[in-house]
């Protein structure tokens, strides 16, 4: 049982899975622990975003208004989520990478370096979108795409 009045944190990145990340945060939760939720004071983040437990908001990132972040998430330095955002449970999203307004991510995607996204596109789970990738439509099968247009790489 998790002691009283702690708060943890999930330090642990992921690039192909989530799957460690995911196992800690059930672990804590089956426990009774709570999970901090951390913004860099250096965030631009709209009070009319949500953001998910045990969620890490990094430095420079902006998140906009109406935008919904999932419990678990990574949002690494500079990262920038649009207005109409929503990104699902344990997803990483890296450093500079830009989600066009109405972006819909599913849960356990990792989106990488540099990575930009099309305004309103859906990105289901379990995908890995590969470093300075563009998405200029749905990703719809599970697996790694990469490239400018993104195209499904195995």
């Excluded at 002691?3 to 989530?18: A, D, M, R, V």
């Excluded at 622990?33 to 631009?44: D, E, M, P, Q």
């Amino acid at each position: 049982m998790a002691q009283h009045g702690y708060e943890f944190l999930i330090t642990i990145g992921q690039f192909k899975s989530p799957a460690l990340r995911i196992k800690l945060y059930n672990s804590i939760k089956q426990a009774g622990g709570k999970l901090a939720t951390v913004i860099a004071a250096s965030a631009i983040v709209s009070k009319y975003a949500s953001i998910g437990e045990g969620t890490i908001v990094m430095h420079g990132c902006i998140i906009n208004a109406s935008s919904e972040i999932g419990h678990n998430a990574i949002l690494n330095t500079r990262a920038i989520v649009e207005h109409d955002v929503k990104i699902g449970n344990h997803c990483h999203i890296s450093t500079n990478a830009v989600l066009n307004g109405g972006v819909k991510v599913g849960d356990n995607c990792f989106i990488a370096s540099s990575v930009v996204t099309f305004h309103g596109v859906s990105i289901a789970s379990n995908i890995v979108v590969g470093g300075h990738s563009t998405v200029v439509k749905d990703l719809l099968e599970e697996g790694v795409y990469i490239g400018s247009p993104a195209v499904f790489h195995k």
